[in-house]
């Protein structure tokens, strides 16, 4: 679960490290370690929810997408606006806002730095839900449980889905049966299938290996 408080998630990176001119470590050392911060978040086994209230700007933006889901309250405000100070996104908003909204989407959002409401966001792939702003953790908290208490195989199709993205079919395929043939070793496994025969589906109680 992702949050940044009832008014603001995350507004960015702060600008005055940026040091420009410098191509070094030094110059662009925040979003460089952003990018492998936000990487190592977006691979954990766990579903991730972010709640967005309010302004999820640059750095933000990307480690909202960086979740499995996002759970907007009705101010939020999404956006990449690293083209306006003549850089461009360097934490993956490059990369992970094609692949929620489109890549010709993608390049006007980048391309003109504009900010995206709540629900052009739900509209274009970018939000999951909206919600009002006082509402938003409590949504996001009841979607967060809702996987909390799934099954293993939670992970394994995560891993499946977010390694294969971009991977040649056959290569793709080949990772799908290797988490299948974990998820079928689990706990869970025996025991969604013992529900499933004796009492019918949606009925049984996880434990999480």
């Known amino acids: 679960m992702l949050w940044g408080g009832p008014k603001i998630f995350a507004a960015g990176a702060d600008i005055k490290e940026f040091r420009p001119g410098d191509s070094g470590a030094g110059g662009a050392g925040a979003p460089v370690s952003l990018t492998g911060a936000l990487r190592q978040l977006e691979c954990i086994p766990q579903i991730l929810v972010a709640a967005v209230n309010g302004y999820a ?8 997408m960086a979740a499995d889901f996002r759970v907007a309250a009705g101010d939020a405000v999404f956006g990449q606006p690293e083209i306006m100070l003549g850089i461009i996104p360097g934490a993956g908003g490059t990369q992970r806002l094609p692949r929620l909204v489109g890549l010709s989407r ?6 003109s730095g ?20 006082e509402e938003t953790y409590e949504h996001a908290v009841v979607l967060a449980e809702r996987f909390a208490a799934g099954p293993a195989a939670l992970r394994h199709a995560k891993t499946a889905m977010n390694g294969g993205f971009d991977l040649p079919l056959d ?4 990772l ?3 988490e299948f043939v974990s998820a079928f070793a689990t ?3 025996r025991i969604g299938v013992k529900s499933f025969v004796e009492h019918g589906p949606g009925k049984a109680a996880f434990v999480g290996r």
């Open 176 to 178: 799908e049966t290797a």
């Open 106 to 111: 993608a390049k006007e959002i980048i391309y």
């Open 57 to 64: 700007l640059g750095g933000g933006c990307e480690l909202a």
């Open 171 to 174: 290569d793709a395929l080949a």
């Open 187 to 189: 706990e869970d496994a």
């Open 114 to 133: 504009r900010r995206v409401g709540a629900e052009e966001a739900l509209a274009i792939g970018l939000a999951d839900a909206v919600h009002p702003a």
